[in-house]
């Protein structure tokens, strides 16, 4: 069983930075995209960042310029620099991996950190 797990939220202040992690863990062969999403409270989950396992990023719009993505595929970790944070940046992130494991290609989510922007 594969599993990804989060790490690195917190409260910031208006203008902080935090740095996000999410590790994989299980019987993996071969992990292809790795990415973050997010979810305020009373709305829905939204993507934030993407990176494949060559390291080619993609980002919302919420987040270009502010956040950037990065992985370290002998760890297979991804990472998530948020800088510039902003109150509407408040959610709980959610890290995901889609990835070959178990005879198939599957897509895991973690449990989720939760960050606060707030003076």
């Known amino acids: 069983q594969v599993q990804v797990v989060e790490s690195g939220g917190g409260l910031v202040q208006p203008g902080g930075s935090l740095r996000l992690s999410c590790a994989a863990s299980?019987?993996?062969?071969?992990?292809?995209?790795m990415g973050w999403y997010r979810q305020a409270p009373g709305k829905q989950r939204e993507w934030v960042a993407t990176i494949t396992s060559p390291g080619s990023a993609s980002y919302a719009d919420s987040g270009k310029g502010r956040f950037t993505i990065s992985r370290d595929n002998a760890k297979n970790t991804v990472y998530l620099q948020m800088n510039s944070l902003k109150p509407e940046d408040t959610a709980v992130y959610y890290c995901s991996a889609d990835g070959l494991w178990g005879g198939s290609w599957q897509w895991v989510w973690g449990r989720g950190t939760q960050v606060t922007v707030s003076s």
């Open positions: 299980g019987d993996i062969v071969a992990i292809n995209n």
